[in-house]
């Protein structure tokens, strides 16, 4: 059975570092990629980045300055971290995984965790 | 970036009607397009990728279409349960999302 679950601090403090894990269960990293994706509240869906199953990443181009995403295979987790956290990156941060495919930079997401929800304020 | 418009923004229907949801790339996005629902407090979930592909378990009310720049969701009857927010989303390139439409009951 496929699962994704975020974790991290609920509250972070501006100019901070936010950091966050994705520990997934039933499929393996070295063969799925997996997405990261916001929402600010009440907003629409932003994505950040993904980590490849070959351990390759991209990121969103207006996020890239101040994103890093990584993994440990042998944990079954993600790791997404960023830096200088302003109020506007107050949002529930999602992971995803793609269906990984021959062809596709870019799969669509059928799974996803359940989310956390990051506030950044002082 | 491909800029993903949705239209409506807000839309309200029936129980009974059919719904179409647009959503317009500003440049060719070759059918690498997919829809979701989210509703309130939950994760999106997938319906469509890929255009016209509808995802395991979803009700076959739902379907998509298009090509190049404009693509359509279509729910064929719509149910009290289909009350939900609906995003498109272009893997063309890096993914970009529209803005969604929400969807309520009439």
Not at chain 1, 11 to 24: F, G, I
Not at chain 2, 32 to 57: F, M, R, S
Not at chain 2, 78 to 99: H, I, K, M
């Amino acid at each position: 059975q496929v699962q994704l679950k975020e974790s991290g601090p609920g509250l972070v403090q501006p100019s901070q570092t936010l950091s966050l894990t994705c520990t997934v269960a039933g499929f393996s990293l070295t063969s799925y990629n997996v997405h990261w994706v916001r929402q600010p509240p009440g907003k629409g869906l932003e994505w950040m980045g993904v980590i490849w199953n070959t351990g390759g990443t991209r990121y969103n181009s207006a996020l890239k300055s101040r994103l890093s995403i990584s993994k440990d295979t042998s944990k079954s987790q993600v790791f997404l971290k960023m830096n200088s956290l302003q109020t506007e990156d107050t949002a529930t941060y999602y992971c995803a995984r793609d269906p990984s495919l021959p062809g596709y930079n870019y799969g669509w997401f059928a799974y996803w965790g359940q989310g956390t929800l990051v506030t950044v304020s002082s | 970036d491909i800029q993903m418009t949705q239209s409506p923004s807000f839309l309200s229907a029936s129980v009974g009607e059919r719904v179409t949801l647009s959503c317009k790339a500003s440049q060719n996005i070759n059918k690498y397009l997919d829809w979701y629902q989210q509703k309130l407090g939950e994760a999106p979930k997938l319906l469509i990728y890929n255009t016209n592909n509808l995802h395991t378990g979803i009700p076959s009310r739902f379907s998509g279409s298009g090509s190049g720049t404009d693509y359509t969701l279509t729910i064929s009857s719509l149910q009290p349960e289909d009350v939900a927010t609906y995003f498109c989303l272009q893997r063309n390139s890096w993914p970009t999302f529209g803005a969604g439409t929400k969807l309520e009951l009439k």
